[in-house]
């Protein structure tokens, strides 16, 4: 409903007249015949990517499977939360979302058009264990192996992430979730468990997605599920399990893979950008980033809390061992970065060197109110992920955009502006991938609309527009755009 009366007599006219000269518009390359044959006049290849740059997209289970109940799914803090009322906008659950545990087929078909060679979803914790820990449940698991036997079957390598925040309630009900390192054992468990049974199919695995979303929204802000308000010193506690968890993680899918399996992390670590390209702000920008980042990604990479980190929190910093240090940095075999907004940052004469530059309120955003357009920050993520942590290979997790998308009579969706902040972001994805930074792919966020986690289905991020009342799927203006820079290997 809120759809239809986005199209006000006005604007329907206008897109009534846009859509008659496009409406009939494949969602197919458009031919190039200068390129494809080098007749005509010679076009210089601009923007190009090196071969093999492996495009995909991405998705996460609670906001696309849907089928809350089936097959023995045991219940996540996420279906708790989404039903308690005023958390989500509109009262809005997962409990159906696009339905892909069932139409999964249909949705590699729409990878498969876009020319996807990489697929990153999220396995569900409590479709492989109900309860957190004990009995594992075969239906779950045969659920990620017919999708991942679908991709391959479509030429679509599977990656996965085993956890994007919907943590079994029992371990909430029983130990508090993150707060407890029993929580980070039970993740381990069901890692090992989980790669031991994939490990044929699906040879790249992602621990866990952004830590500071499902801890600092979910245990501080009370904004995401399981909605607590920690105080400092338990919150921070609980940062420590979450890495902790990644840790152990990372051992038993070593443990039990297959040999060529790699695994990495995916976080969405704060990516400092100067404000200026100029020393002192360059320099400013990594402490920025090895300090903003201490509890989660600077740990991560190089197993300690830096003093700052240790000394801003004092008493109320966690409790650790040296050992957990060890295992919190064990090895990866690629990092994964998600990428929407940069923080600006220069230097300043105080005892951190830096400070981050507060945006004025002319600061342009897409859709979401917190997703300020900066394209640079595709650039800055992976030059300091290799320049700080020296990191050898990365890819993108996540990039992509909300816009007010609006689906016209006929079926079209016109999202020019998250073409346009596509197209910047990788060019700036361009020229650290042409500087040298090793980055390996890109995942957009994300294939189809899904269920935004507070935002419900308020916010679209799809390149495909999902009618959630019909499960149909449309490809949006941006799907076409994606499909012919995949095809070309370059920004266009
Ligand atoms: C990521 N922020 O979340 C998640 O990994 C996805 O599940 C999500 O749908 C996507 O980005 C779009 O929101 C974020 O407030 C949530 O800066 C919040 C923020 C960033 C990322």
Redesign the pocket.
Known sequence: MRLLKNISRRSFGKLGAGALGTAALPVTPLTTPSLASGQGRAQPKFYAFPEGFLWGCAT?AY?VEGAAEADGRGPSIWDTFSHKRGKVYENQTGDVADDSYHLYKEDVQLLKNVGCKVYRFSSSWTRVFPAGTGNPNDKGIDFYKRLADELLSNGIEPYCTLF?WDLPQALQDRYGGWQSRETAKAFADYAGYFTKQLSGRIKNIFTT??FS?FID?GYRDGRFAPGLKLAPKELNQARHNAVLAHGLAVQAIRANAQAGTKVGIAE?FVIAVPIIEAEPHLQASSKATRVLNAAYMTVVMEGKYVEEYLQEQGANAPKFTSEDLKIISSPLDFVGI?V??PTYVMAEHSRNGFAVVKKPSSYPHMA?P?LDIGPEALYWAPRHAGEIWNVKEMYIT?NGCSSADVLTPDGHVYDSDRIMYLRNYLTKLHRAVTEGWPVRGYFL??LLDNF??ADGYGLR?GIHYVDFKTQKRYPKMSAQFYKETIARNAVL
């Open positions: 996460a906001q994007h997605n952004e979303s929204l969405n998600n929407y907004t979401s917190w996540e966020w994300s935004e986690w991020f």
